[in-house]
T-cell receptor
């Protein structure tokens, strides 16, 4: 079974730009969660989607948004990038929503200059 | 405020030594998970503990969930360089539709 695939792996943007990150979950998994990982704050929950519906949302500004498609693939978008948005963005899939085992991708490392 | 506090933040030990890392909270968790993350990769689940007082073993790793389900520990016996990585605890306060919250992690380095 293929694992969670995130693209792109690395990207560099400048302040004010926007970025879209993509996540393909493990086949059969309907839940996709997004986390932001930084050295200072660790992993912080962004949002979770299940069957194309946002089930949970973390404490991030509205510049952070996401969506899930009918094939369970998910995208997250960050608009008007700030320097502080530089981080590793991790996507995780699971069979069910909630607190079951999460299978993480390798992440998308975003650098904002 | 961090819901899950992990200690120590950093740990550097020699191969063959034993170590314990801790995950503490003032909240009660319905379950707690431990993940290990290696450089350039996402976290990988090691174990899930559900019952207060539960002890689980995974080869040289021993995980314990506190009786009150507010804390957990991970003990590694005879650490090896392959144990190097970031150890993360993650918990869910309510079972069901709540996201996992993560501690900031303990970065372990085992020197040969």
């Amino acid at each position: 079974k293929a694992g969670v695939t995130q693209t792109p792996r690395y990207l560099i943007k400048t302040r004010g730009q926007q970025v879209t990150l993509s996540c393909s979950p493990i086949s059969g998994h309907r839940s996709v969660s997004w986390y932001q990982q930084t050295p200072g704050q660790g992993l912080q929950f962004l949002f979770e989607y299940f069957s194309e519906t946002q089930r949970n949302k973390g404490n991030f500004p509205g510049r952070f948004s996401g969506r899930q498609f009918s094939n369970s693939r998910s995208e997250m978008n960050v608009s008007t990038l700030e320097l502080g948005d530089s981080a590793l963005y991790l996507c995780a899939s699971s069979e069910l929503t909630g607190s079951g085992e999460l299978f993480f991708g390798e992440g998308s490392r975003l650098t904002v200059l | 405020t961090q819901l899950l506090e992990q200690s120590p933040q950093f740990l550097s030990i020699q191969e063959g030594e034993n170590l314990t890392v801790y995950c503490n909270s003032s909240s009660v968790f319905s379950s707690l998970q431990w993940y290990r993350q290696e450089p350039g990769e996402g976290p990988v689940l090691l174990v899930t503990v559900v019952t207060g007082g539960e002890v689980k073993k995974l080869k040289r790793l021993t995980f314990q969930f506190g009786d009150a389900r507010k804390d957990s520990s991970l003990h590694i016996t005879a650490a090896q360089p392959g144990d190097t990585g970031l150890y993360l605890c993650a918990g869910s306060i309510y079972s069901g539709n709540t996201p996992l919250v993560f501690g900031k992690g303990t970065r372990l380095s085992v020197i040969a």
